[in-house]
């Protein structure tokens, strides 16, 4: 899916601060994390990550400090 989308305000302040935090470097890969996160939270998609899916959580697990989550597996359990 392709998408246009134009964030103001407190939207823009969050993404803003989640790559000057270090939690992403692109706009995207925080919006990216940000449904990881309803995903959590609600339990939505309860079924196997894609290749693509698979991909991200292996940069985002290769950009945490060591110890947070030793595969990646430990870290799609802790998600579900």
């Known amino acids: 899916m ?3 989308v134009q964030f103001a305000g407190l939207t823009e302040a969050i993404i ?3 790559i000057r935090n270090g939690l992403a470097k ?3 890969e ?3 994390l940000g449904l990881f996160e309803l995903k959590n939270k609600y339990h939505l ?3 196997e990550p ?3 899916e698979r991909k991200l959580l292996a940069k985002f697990l ?3 400090k060591k110890g947070d989550y030793a595969t990646e597996k430990e870290l799609w359990t802790a998600l579900k």
């Open 26 to 28: 692109t706009k995207t």
């Open 30 to 32: 925080v919006l990216r």
């Open 16 to 18: 803003e601060d989640a």
């Open 45 to 47: 998609a309860e079924g």
């Open 50 to 52: 894609t290749v693509e």
């Open 2 to 4: 392709n998408l246009n």
């Open 62 to 64: 290769n950009s945490l």
